[in-house]
């Protein structure tokens, strides 16, 4: 049996699978004060009649990061940039308490200026003064050689919560990407690991020894323990999980919309030919284009427990949840209470639901009813105007698959799937805005679970080899070996390749799921006065996202 569980900012899903099957599912209220109380409350349910050592693995999804960032719960971070010369302050994605620090690595991996250890030094005393605890460190040329990142965080470490190296995050060269992902990787950290905390200590009370894996934003899932570090790797973690869901769920062949409909936020991703795409160099989220390589999702901040204002003639539905719905109990009226007001669910105290919405039609000297309607087409015509604008983005762009790229593609969507805790009272009105027939997968309250529960684990690894020089880098691990002058790219992709099955198996997959390929290979000769002195390559290898392999 495998157990998949999505805890997200409103409801905690989860599923017990066999046989590659929902034998039994659930969904309780987050209790984001004390998750405990709401993976207890779901798992009591689960197991009730079964035998929890029957479990082969426990898989989890969440939106924790991604709230954090999208709803700007975040902690400040100070970034210690060394940007060498050649490149414009001015040009990289400048956050508040970024300081540039003297030293530089050329793009050989080179040092070509030292560190000045007591520029650090004061640097570190006046993050402390600001009562900055949590650091990310970015070399322009770090990927080709960590060492002035690794000197920096050691002379600085004493005094700090956590600290994220750029060259970590990843083998990519792109330095205003990887200033972002190191940033973002600092800024949830806090919140991340004290996610996982409560999880290790509810599995550990519950008896549970099967390896425990996270989502990433690629669709695949890595261990527990080893995301503390890379907590940025978990952003999208949910968008991701309901694409992975809903693949498992439908058998679609078409360009088609799949709408995961959450409490705080709403997921939008797209499928090409029945294949969800991917963002190849990284997703973007608030603002920030990162490296981390994920599906292709859109998170907006609209969902069944966006809080609804009327103000300036005008109704705000978003991007604030400032707690569950009225009719739950909540402080403030949501579209969920639009819905229960206008009959299309029948959750909740439907006598709270009225109150919350009356003050709102009273406002906008309409009925109840009206003021009801007009939240919910308003949340629905919200969603749909991201919908289209996400589409028209997407074609004027290259179209990736997880699979490939589709040269010249226009998506055409001529379906829409919708999961998600709204979806059922939602789908027939944004199918009819959206002019596609919309449908409701099986299990569709809890795919996230399921897709959770069912994809396969994947990494990626990045070699980088210099013959003149003799060196070979590992980026990700920031490590160097020493090759031959006469290294060639097929002994890099050999090495590549036998190096990300090893991260790959000591991430938790196995062995039956690892389908590598070659996402990138360069090589390239290097001249010193009209002679061939050497060659650089570049290999880049990843475990192609997916089912578990049992599964379609």
Not at 72 to 89: A, E, N, T, W
Not at 437 to 458: D, F, I, K, M, Q
Not at 522 to 536: I, L
Request: net charge negative; glycine share 8%.
């Amino acid at each position: 049996m495998i157990l998949g569980i999505d805890v997200g900012g409103t409801h905690t899903d989860a599923v017990l699978i066999e046989d590659f099957q929902v034998k039994r599912k659930t969904k309780v209220l987050t209790n984001e004060a004390n998750l405990l109380d709401s993976l207890l409350a779901v798992t009591t349910e689960l197991f009730r009649d079964e035998d929890p050592q029957r479990l082969e693995r426990v898989v989890l999804s969440t939106t924790i990061s991604t709230n954090a960032v999208v709803q700007s719960k975040i902690d400040r971070v100070g970034m210690l940039i060394v940007s060498g010369p050649g490149l414009s302050p001015t040009d990289l994605p400048i956050q508040r308490d970024v300081h540039f620090l003297s030293g530089a690595v050329n793009h050989r991996g080179v040092e070509t200026a030292s560190i000045d250890p007591e520029e650090v030094g004061r640097t570190a005393g006046g993050l402390q003064r600001e009562g900055i605890r949590h650091v990310g460190i970015v070399g322009k040329f770090s990927t080709r050689n960590p060492q002035q990142e690794f000197q920096i965080r050691d002379l600085i470490n004493d005094h700090l919560r956590h600290v994220s190296l750029g060259h970590r995050m990843s083998g990519h060269l792109n330095f205003p990407r990887r200033i972002a992902t190191t940033y973002l990787n600092a800024a949830i950290w806090e919140r991340y690991q004290k996610f996982v905390k409560q999880i290790l200590y509810f599995v550990k009370e519950q008896g549970i020894t099967v390896p425990l894996y996270i989502l990433k934003a690629d669709g695949g899932a890595f261990d527990i323990n080893r995301s503390v570090d890379f907590p940025v790797q978990t952003i999208l973690s949910g968008p991701a999980a309901s694409i992975m869901g809903i693949l498992s769920m439908v058998d679609c062949a078409e360009d088609a919309i799949a709408l995961d409909i959450g409490g705080t936020t709403t997921d939008i991703a797209i499928f090409a030919d029945g294949v969800p795409l991917l963002e190849p160099f990284g997703v973007h989220i608030e603002g920030h284009k990162t490296l981390i390589r994920g599906l292709r999702t859109r998170s907006i901040g609209v969902g069944g427990d966006s809080r609804v204002q009327f103000s300036d003639g005008g109704l705000t539905i978003g991007p604030e949840r400032e707690g569950p719905a009225a009719a739950f109990g909540g402080p403030f009226p949501t579209p969920t209470d639009a819905m229960i007001v206008l009959g299309l669910t029948d959750i909740g105290d439907a006598g709270k639901a009225t109150a919350a919405i009356q003050p709102i039609a009273a406002a906008m000297n309409v009925s109840l009813d009206a003021a009801a309607r007009a939240i919910f087409d308003q949340t629905c015509e919200k969603i749909v105007h991201h919908v289209r604008a996400f589409i028209e983005e997407i074609n004027n762009e290259p179209v990736y698959t997880i699979h490939e790229l589709l040269e010249g593609k226009v998506l055409k969507p001529t379906a829409m799937y919708i999961v998600g805790g709204p979806a059922e009272p939602m789908s027939t009105r944004l199918g009819e805005m959206m002019g596609c027939p919309a449908s409701l997968p099986r299990n569709a309250e809890v795919a996230n679970a399921v897709g959770a529960a069912l994809a396969r684990t994947t990494a990626e690894m990045t070699i980088l080899a210099d013959t003149e020089r003799r060196i070979l880098t590992i980026a990700e691990e920031g490590l160097q070996l020493t090759v031959s002058p006469r290294f060639t790219l097929a002994e890099a992709i050999a090495i590549a390749k036998e190096r990300l099955r090893e991260r790959a198996l000591d991430m938790g997959a196995k062995e039956r799921d690892l389908e590598i390929e070659v996402i990138e290979c360069q090589e390239f000769n290097m001249v010193r006065e009209y002679y061939t002195a050497g060659k650089n390559i570049r290999v880049k290898v990843q475990v192609k996202p997916g089912l578990i392999s049992t599964l379609r």
